[in-house]
């Protein structure tokens, strides 16, 4: 049931956009996106819910396929503050009242000066 | 920042001691959950809480049990702490369903 995120790792020059996706093999209701830098605690950057919308957050974007059960995390021109590990947290059909997530294992990203 | 405190932040202990870990918040929101974040595994839900004395189980919950007298406290239990539960657990609160959850700052347990 963990949702699966691609890529596991990634590398970057300051200004480089990335992407990072995130797959269910579950129908999902929402998506959750979070950020943790080393040591600290993981810090909310979006939801997304069912319908496709996308969302942005500064110069981070999100978009949310329900027909394919995933969701991207778009980075673009990225900054050094923008280093990291990426969480996908995704709620199930059958769940959404609930609030429970099943967190993906996380994609890692390193922005170089 | 969501007003949300873990305790205690470090611990060590034996196996077979319990250990109640804590977890406080100054929002009266009314979901509180438990993870465990474990290398290669990310966040793993163990309990999660959804009123006062609603609680319901998580993709990891045999070995913990969890207790919601109150809003603000949402404590987890290790009855007999085993090796396999040393993890950094962190603590998250959201006001309603599928709005963001806000984490605390974990709680390093290392069970010897």
């Known amino acids: 049931q963990q949702p699966v995120q691609s890529p596991q790792a990634v590398i970057l020059r300051e200004g480089e956009d990335a992407v990072i996706n995130c797959s269910s093999s579950?129908?999902?209701?929402?998506v959750h996106w979070y950020r943790q830098k080393h040591g600290e605690a993981p810090v909310f950057l979006m939801i997304l819910l069912k319908g496709g919308e996308q969302k942005g957050h500064e110069k981070i974007s999100a978009s949310f396929n329900e027909k394919k059960q995933q969701s991207s995390l778009y980075l673009t021109a990225s900054q050094l503050s923008y280093s990291g590990t990426y969480f996908c947290g995704t709620e199930f059909h059958g769940s959404s009242n609930t609030g429970k997530l099943i967190f993906g294992q996380g994609t890692t990203l390193q922005v170089k000066p | 920042d969501a007003g949300i405190t873990q305790s205690p932040r470090h611990k060590v202990t034996e196996t077979g001691t319990p250990v109640t870990l804590r977890c406080h918040q100054t929002e009266n929101h009314r979901y509180m959950y438990w993870y465990r974040q474990d290398p290669g595994h990310g966040l793993r839900l163990i309990h999660y809480s959804y009123g006062v004395k609603d609680t319901d189980k998580g993709e990891v919950s045999d070995g913990y049990s969890v207790s919601r007298s109150k809003t603000e406290d949402f404590l987890l239990t290790l009855e007999s702490a085993t090796s396999s539960q040393t993890s950094v657990y962190f603590c998250?609160?959201?006001?309603?369903?599928?709005?963001?959850?806000?984490f605390g700052d974990g709680t390093r347990l290392s069970i010897l």
């Open positions: 998250a609160i959201s006001p309603y369903s599928n709005q963001p959850q806000h």
């Open positions: 579950k129908a999902l209701y929402s």
